[in-house]
């Protein structure tokens, strides 16, 4: 945030609020690099902090009220104490801020009695880009300063946003989100260990540019559909006697497949090959090789629509699409799958242009333009202004 956008926040509190705030943080949204499906099976995952973010600015509110919002959002909501139960209707969103407070208090952190906060965004919300986890860290980095405490380490801070995340509006993410915003390192991608979760970066260069094209398709039965994905991967663990998929290698898991249904090896295929592109992935970055990175992305796609079964007819098309063009790397759908977004690495040159031309060409086939996003590797979640 340049000095302009830090001083047109403070504004906007003092115009809502009154008063000053005492505080400004900033936390990043993600991209799913690569590794899919690979956190519930002891995998690795490579995650992108991204150059969007959630703002926060704060500070306390002497008649101990809870007193917040967000310029998303049509008025401030101010609460005498904690309700205890979730805000339910327009105001659904302050349980995210409402659950960090909480979870400082399950944690054993300091928390203020009252406090107000003024959210503020250019990460659009929905998007597979985690906006919620960006504005759990931005809070908790915000409530803790205004607390008196100065910052947070990175594993404790996602662990909060994702204990606030899990318990207190009862989403069961894994780790990724908050772990790479909070982990996020400007020229880095953040690998993740899920078994840990054990947290480190890789190099990423600042030629390298991500792109999304959301298609902004979601498959009516995706929860079903997760739900059958994840059992079927802990049963293929189980037959196969092991704790996890990702304790296999590709080469282990070769002649074991016939103990399979047809299906379910496939599923095991996907899961055990992500978890060796991942590490590959890490080494072809160290190496700066972004030819061998981009392969590695588009057989990961490929490995999603044939074995895992988890792409659409939309995500292949632009997969297609975007691997035939000269200034990209590679392409793969990113996140869940059964709808959602492609992510495609390119090289600088890649422009607003030949991102159009690709959007055009796919629209063509499929009506509705996707959502186009450009982005770069960002900080991770910080405090950026003091009062
Ligand atoms: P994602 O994390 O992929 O963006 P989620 O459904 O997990 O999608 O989180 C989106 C929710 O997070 C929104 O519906 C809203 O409740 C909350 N949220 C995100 N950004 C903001 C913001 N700037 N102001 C208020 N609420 C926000
Ligand atoms: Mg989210």
Redesign the pocket.
């Known amino acids: 945030m340049n000095p302009t956008e830090t001083a047109s926040l403070i504004q906007e509190f003092k115009q809502t609020y009154g008063h000053a705030p005492v505080v400004i943080a900033r936390a990043p ?1 993600r991209v799913e690099f690569i590794g899919n499906h690979t956190d519930y099976n002891g995998g690795a995952v490579l995650g992108a902090a991204i150059d969007r973010y ?1 703002w926060v600015a704060a500070s306390p509110n002497p008649q101990g009220r809870l007193r917040l919002f ?4 049509p008025a401030v909501l101010e609460l005498p104490a904690d309700p205890g139960t979730k805000v339910t209707g327009s105001d ?2 302050a ?2 801020p409402l659950g960090v407070w909480r979870s400082l208090k399950d944690f054993g952190l300091p928390r203020p009695e009252g406090f107000d906060l003024f ?3 250019n ?13 759990e860290l931005a809070v908790a980095l915000a409530l803790l300063a205004v607390a008196g405490q100065d910052g947070l380490a990175p594993d404790q801070l996602a662990k909060l946003g994702r204990h606030a ?1 899990n318990h207190y509006v009862g ?1 069961p ?1 894994g780790i990724l ?1 908050q772990g790479t915003s909070a982990h996020g390192k400007l020229g880095h991608l953040v690998h993740i260990d899920c078994r840990g979760p054990v947290f480190s970066v890789v190099p990423f260069p600042s030629s390298a540019h991500l792109w999304i094209f959301n298609t902004r398709e979601k498959h009516a039965l995706i929860d079903g559909m997760y739900a059958t994905r994840n059992r079927e991967c802990l049963d293929a663990a189980k037959t196969l006697g092991v704790a996890l998929l990702a304790d296999l290698t590709p080469a282990q898991l070769a002649p074991l497949e016939s103990k399979l249904a047809p299906e379910v090896a496939q599923r095991a295929k996907h899961i055990v090959g992500e978890h060796a592109r991942v590490h590959e992935t890490a080494s072809a970055l160290e190496k700066g090789d972004l030819s061998a990175v981009g392969k590695l992305l588009t057989a990961s796609h490929r490995s999603s629509q044939h074995l895992f079964e988890n792409s659409t007819r939309a995500l292949d098309d632009l997969v297609d699409l975007l691997e035939k063009h000269p200034k990209v790397y590679g392409a793969r759908l990113t996140g869940g799958g059964f709808g959602g977004a492609v992510m495609a690495l390119t090289q600088d040159d890649f422009s607003e242009k030949d991102a159009a031309e690709i959007s055009q060409n796919y629209s063509a086939h499929h009506g509705g333009a996707p959502e186009v996003i450009h982005l770069q590797s960002a900080d991770g979640a910080q405090i950026i202004w003091r009062g």
């Not at 967000?70 to 959002?73: K, P, R």
């Not at 659009?124 to 504005?135: C, D, M, R």
Request: charged letters at 5%.
């Open positions: 949204g959630v967000s310029a998303n959002g659904a969103w349980n995210y959210v503020s965004s990460l659009p919300a929905g998007a597979g880009l985690s906006s919620s986890a960006a504005l995340e989403v993410c989100d």
